[in-house]
């Protein structure tokens, strides 16, 4: 097989997943594979796929994403990994037994010296790629195997299922220590009806957000944007606009510290806190009065994130 990364003649320190969301958990492994490939003056790298496999495997049990390919990319650069190797995951991966995995994959086409899982590893077909299983093959194929222990955090062991179970249930705080980070989503802002506008509240409306991409429950949230060369908080409404017979999902960020076109940017848009669920008013001077407190609240919960003080 052709050798996907540039190995060297000390071979790689590797790992391998579908690191969905790249929480803590995926970060103590991806940190121990740093540490190991520095003191063996070897390469680190991760094996992942596109799309999820159970996408493929299983579709109707697929789990929705915690980060779409470019958010993973995004977290992924900023880790210390010298290689990521993204795999486009279809049938015949999906069959390919998982010793001819690790040797065509792995070891042929990474140069893998040391394998580096997390406690729950298992890949191949029917996840049959076991520790077992791979020590023997380590003996045979010439690398060593290494397990990192379960992270736990708050008393949970950190899981993608855990992260997933918090955010849909909106409970931001949790996701935010599973992750080491809030929770975000992107998407490219579009023109709107300027209803927004007209109502005192200007809102950048975001599209491009996948229809696997998990989110929150709906509501109206605090939120952090970033964007190509600047950043603001802001408040977000999830969902539907009732008061204008609405019932579509969209998503509309007032910033509340910048003013300007944002046509075409792609706002990065971090879950702070929820303030309220989308209601529907009587009036659009009711929906103005809203919004003023609305304002009001995001900024205190921002405040209170930022030192430390937002109830959990």
Not at 44 to 49: D, N
Not at 234 to 258: C, I, K, S
């Amino acid at each position: 097989m052709t050798r996907m990364v540039p190995a060297g003649p000390e071979g790689t320190v590797v790992t391998v997943g579908s690191f969905d969301g790249v929480h803590r958990g995926h970060e103590a492994v991806l940190a121990e594979i740093a540490a190991r490939a520095r003191a063996a003056g070897r390469h680190s790298v991760l094996v992942t796929f596109d799309p999820h496999p159970m996408e493929v495997v299983n579709p109707a049990a697929a789990p929705q994403l915690l980060t779409t390919g470019p958010e993973r990319r995004e977290i992924l650069a900023q880790t210390g990994l010298d290689y990521a190797v993204l795999l486009r995951f279809d049938r015949v991966m999906a069959a390919l037994p998982p010793a001819e995995f690790v040797r065509r994959i792995l070891v042929d086409g990474c140069g893998m010296r040391e394998l580096v899982i997390g406690h729950d590893h298992g890949f191949g077909r029917g996840r049959q790629g076991d520790v077992d299983l791979l020590q023997q093959l380590g003996a045979a194929l010439g690398f060593a195997v290494d397990v990192v222990p379960a992270l736990e955090v708050d008393g949970h062991t950190v899981s993608s299922t855990l992260v997933r179970r918090a955010v849909a249930g909106g409970d931001l705080a949790l996701a935010t220590r599973l992750l080491g980070r809030p929770y975000f989503a992107t998407g490219q802002v579009v023109p709107g009806n300027g209803r927004g506008a007209s109502l005192g509240f200007p809102t950048a409306n975001l599209a491009g957000v996948p229809a696997r991409k998990l989110l929150p429950p709906d509501g109206v949230y605090a939120v952090r944007v970033e964007w190509r060369g600047g950043r603001s908080d802001g408040m977000l409404n999830q969902g539907g606009r009732p008061t204008f017979q609405q019932e579509e999902r969209a998503l509309e960020v007032h910033l509340l510290d910048h003013a300007g076109d944002l046509y075409g940017e792609w706002l990065k848009v971090q879950w702070v806190a929820r303030l309220r669920d989308v209601q529907r008013f009587p009036s659009a001077a009711a929906l103005r009065a809203q919004l003023e407190r609305d304002r009001s609240s995001a900024r205190a919960a921002l405040s209170a994130s930022a030192t430390g003080t937002l109830s959990t």
